[in-house]
């Protein structure tokens, strides 16, 4: 065996760890503490209640391996960015597999110490939210602390001394990799110490590895790597951990198309972990240079969901950028198309795009008759009525969830909403793109519909 492409194994291996139990960024503590029990008496990877949330959920540590170098993870401290959580479940499948990868594995295991927390602040996990149940982000409380999780973290890095740390997140699925169309699927921070981003000796063994780490995760994702920005952020763990000694490495989980789970990421975060900590058992890092850290194009926001481009408005010709929003009911959510940009929007991409040189904007109507449940919208001929015109229809009962699932290219809403067809910089994203005076699409909550004629 190879030993140099660990990456790649990993890659292809991964469906024999993936925990297929959690597949929905939205679940909560209580199925993280059905998948964590499976470890409570194994002897590779040990599980202990570390501490307790604000609202009193369990905050468990797991460890692994026995070697002198310590590391420490971190994930879901904003409780909106489940991303990682769900890849540290797959990473202790792996740890306590026993199968050809076994030489990677012992390695890691005899060289290093691995401390885990998955899910740092649950009680922001229940409503999948960012901040703690005392509303305050935890990320700015690192100086004040006054959550009893930011209490926990900085207790964990004052005992356990780790060499090294992982801050693991989500960002705004819009960020791009420098001004590209590629959206910054993964982007690494080596948090800086000062204002004057000063590169000590604990700094620069965190930007050795991520120069590694970058490299090889490009191999998945060419160019779809990014930079967080190394502006000072005095209240934020990252830089205090890094300050308090513990080469600290940001990972933040971004978006890829058609991948609005992240299951994909999830992969990639699985890779680019389990390749940390081999790098840091056979201390390969060492050897990189720092300059390709900085060559790592920084984030920047050059994404919509969805960019029309050259439509005729009245007297003007624009391009209108419009963007998902998510609303989280329960363990599910619906999205909001919004138009969040309208203009010369020629800078920016879409994940989807539309040229639309032949095209005019045109306002959607109500459908005069209110129904009373979804399944009557999907008897109406909703292809006709788009011809028409009609561009949302009033429902007596909806549920939150109805509203996710179903797909009918028409917008529908309660009958106590009202439809407002106005189209601009922050209305809602419906309307009808028409080619001379015949509908051609219809945009309905944000997504794109081809009216056939
Ligand atoms: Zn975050």
């Not at 940001?250 to 975060?269: A, C, H, M, T």
């Not at 699409?441 to 997504?447: I, P, Q, S, T």
Request: glycine letters at 6%; a neutral charge; aromatic letters at 10%.
């Amino acid at each position: 065996m190879q030993l140099s492409n660990f990456h790649q194994q990993l890659f292809d291996n991964y469906s024999r760890y993936y925990e297929s139990r959690v597949k929905y960024r939205r679940f909560k503590h209580q199925d993280l503490v059905v998948l964590l029990d499976k470890f409570k008496k194994n002897n590779i990877l040990s599980n202990s209640i570390t501490g307790k949330s604000y609202q009193k959920r369990d905050i468990y540590l797991l460890k692994a391996g026995t070697g002198k170098t310590k590391i420490l993870l971190w994930s879901q401290m904003h409780g909106d960015e489940a991303t990682a959580t769900m890849a540290l479940l797959d990473i202790f499948n792996f740890l306590t597999a026993n199968d050809e990868l076994n030489t990677f594995r012992e390695k890691i295991l005899s060289e290093t110490t691995v401390y885990f927390v998955p899910m740092l602040n649950p009680d922001g996990a229940e409503p999948f939210e960012r901040r703690t149940a005392q509303c305050i982000d935890m990320n700015r409380d690192a100086l004040q602390l006054q959550t009893p999780e930011a209490k926990l973290l900085k207790q964990l890095q004052h005992d356990l001394k780790p060499d090294f740390g992982f801050n693991l997140h989500d960002q705004n699925t819009h960020y791009t990799a420098g001004a590209t169309r590629n959206p910054a699927t993964i982007t690494f921070l080596a948090p800086p110490i000062d204002a004057q981003n000063t590169i000590n000796d604990v700094r620069k063994r965190a930007i050795q590895l991520i120069v590694q780490l970058n490299q090889h995760i490009q191999t998945f994702i060419p160019n779809q790597v990014g930079r967080w920005s190394d502006e000072y952020e005095p209240r934020a763990f990252g830089e205090n951990m890094q300050k308090w000694g513990t080469s600290t490495i940001l990972v933040e989980s971004g978006g890829y198309p058609n991948d609005p789970e992240k299951q994909f990421i999830r992969k990639l975060n699985f890779i680019v972990l389990l390749d940390a900590f081999y790098q840091i058992a056979t201390q390969s890092y060492q050897n990189e240079k720092l300059e390709p850290y900085t060559s790592i194009p920084p984030n920047e926001k050059r994404l919509f969901d969805l960019l029309i481009k050259n439509v005729k408005v009245k007297d003007s010709v624009v391009d209108i950028g419009i963007i998902h929003n998510e609303t989280t009911v329960g363990s599910s959510f619906y999205y909001s198309g919004q138009i969040y940009d309208w203009g010369d929007l020629s800078v920016f991409y879409g994940y989807e795009e539309l040229d639309g040189q032949k095209l005019q904007v045109k306002e959607g109507k109500l459908y005069p008759q209110k129904l009373s449940v979804i399944d009557d919208v999907a008897r109406l001929p909703i292809a006709e009525l788009l011809q028409q015109g009609y561009l949302a229809v009033q429902i007596d009962q909806i549920t939150p969830e109805q509203r996710t699932t179903h797909t009918l290219p028409i917008h529908i809403i309660s009958a106590k909403e009202d439809f407002n067809s106005k189209i601009g910089e922050g209305k809602e994203a419906n309307f009808f793109l028409t080619e001379n005076g015949k509908i051609r699409y219809a945009v309905v909550n944000g997504f794109l519909h081809k009216v056939e004629p």
